[in-house]
């Protein structure tokens, strides 16, 4: 009679019975997964929040939108968004994007500003203060914070 040695020791059937029981548990995290209704496509932007129509951004333009409580300034340079404070960091005066020139101007002092708000000349010690710019389902939203 013919010597059959076992390939399988208590070891190896009890790591086959992990993988099994592992794959069984995952195959039916992903069956349960797939068949959840997606969110919404907005709920992905829940703590953004919309303040303009994409259509509306004209590349190397602005414009201007209220958020929490502050008046900011949408721009559109070299294909990407941006989102700056509309107040001077120096005294507060009102800001406006110069299209021709290409930087913020603060018509109180004079003071000039990056399109991502970081100072080019003038008398302000500090950036201006930028939101994070999300593009979704034809709008674009903001949220304060660090980008
Ligand atoms: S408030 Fe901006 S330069 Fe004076």
Not at 102 to 126: K, M
Request: glycine share 6%.
């Amino acid at each position: 009679m013919p010597s059959t040695r076992s390939l399988s020791s208590p070891v190896a059937d009890y790591l086959l019975g992990l993988l099994v029981l592992f794959v069984a548990v995952f195959s039916l995290y992903m069956t349960a997964r797939f068949l959840q209704p997606h969110p919404h496509p907005r709920a992905y932007h829940a703590f953004f929040h919309p303040v303009a129509s994409a259509q509306d951004v004209v590349p190397g333009s602005s414009m201007t939108f209220d958020y929490d409580d502050q008046q900011w300034i949408l721009l559109s340079v070299d294909e990407e968004l941006y989102a700056v404070s509309a107040s001077c960091t120096f005294r507060g005066s009102r800001l406006r994007w110069d299209e021709n020139k290409g930087y913020i101007l603060c018509e109180g002092h004079g003071c000039v500003f990056a399109h991502n708000g970081n100072i080019l000349r003038g008398l302000a010690t500090r950036p201006l203060e930028t939101l994070q710019i999300k593009i979704a389902d034809g709008l674009v939203y903001a949220l304060r914070g660090p980008s």
